[in-house]
């Protein structure tokens, strides 16, 4: 089976999934653009690569999208069984459902999320437009699922998978023991009785203002670690204003460095304003770490319920502190939440990720009844 994916950059977690959709299907991906187009190439070529990957040439839009003529030369029904166009708003892509619809070639949507807010009439017609072209939906779980319905997809047509940026590897296979978890604070200088750990760039949406206000309420026996990069100076304000000297600022670390951070730390906080899906979620997840993060992270409302954590509503300082205090002092919850995020996270592989991307197609092509062999 032929099949065309196009995305926008290649990030490394969704190189290593084209990879493994690869040794199901002859898989080319379009990539609109990379910031660093040789850098991404040849960081390509040193990978054991199952797939074609082709980047297109065109105008730079935002922070990494394009418009790319280029395009057109690939949506030819001949040429492929299947059609994923990876999002609907940037201008390569809305150009290419609009070649689609107009050749009359099914194709398929996909979304790693999306939440129903309100929005103008002309916004919310525009999305609509450019959904409703679609024949079948990727969603990456109920709540994309329903964003798909809002703007008229058809409910029948959506399929759900599981969104990861974990391989197998990556997942712990039982909870680490209180020795192995000290050892790893050790290691890190980590001194406090016990370790909230957030990820994420410094950026507003991410809450880490809300984070650090939350900690003014809790004992210092619980360190505080965000690792994202240069704090902002609104981050730093708080911090030096209720001398929290048990808030860490962590500059960026790699996966294999931020592992140890994950199996160091007892409690992971993500307390967001908004994340489309949020994979840090799935990496403490696989550490085996209780989670609390907000009702406007979809990697949550999808992966995390009152067995592994707790939602809470958007900038509530109290209600964070709150939970975080309730979790850090019982044991014994920390230890049943943590098991279950290990139990909950095991289906998102991305092995899984790919093998349900190939059922999928094939339950497409099955019904398109057109036959690829």
Known sequence: MKVLFLTNIPVPYRVDFFNELGRYCELTVLFERSSAADREAAWLTKRNVFFRAEFLQGKNFMADNALCFAVTKWLHRELFDIFIVGGYSSPTTML?????SQRKIPFVLNADGGFIKKESNIKF????????????????GKTTSAFFQHFGANPGAIYEYPFTSL???????????NVDRAGYKRSLNIGEKKAVLSVGRFIYSKGFDVLIKACTMMSKE???????????????QIKEE??????????????????????????FVLPTRQDVWGLVINEA?????????????????????KDNGKIIPVNDVNKLAEAIIA????ERELRRMGENSLKKIKPYSIEN????????????????????S
Not at 96 to 100: P, S, T
Not at 327 to 330: C, H, I, R, T, V
């Open 125 to 140: 017609q525009i999305k609509k437009h450019f959904i409703t072209k679609a024949s079948y939906y990727l969603s990456s």
């Open 242 to 267: 209720y001398k929290l000297d048990n808030v860490h600022f962590i500059s960026f670390k790699n996966k294999e460095e931020l592992k140890n951070y994950y199996r160091a730390c007892d409690l």
């Open 222 to 236: 619980y360190g505080v670690y965000i690792v994202g990069g240069e704090p902002t100076p609104e981050c730093i």
């Open 327 to 330: 979790l850090l002092s019982n």
């Open 353 to 372: 990720m790919a093998k349900a991307h190939w059922n999928i197609f094939e339950a497409i092509v099955q019904e398109a009844k057109v036959d690829v």
């Open 285 to 305: 997840m696989a550490c085996g770490l209780p989670i609390i993060t907000t009702d406007r992270c979809i990697a949550g409302l999808e992966l995390v319920d």
């Open 96 to 100: 290419a459902i609009e070649v689609l």
């Open 167 to 177: 391989e197998q590897g990556d997942m712990l296979t039982k909870p680490l023991s």
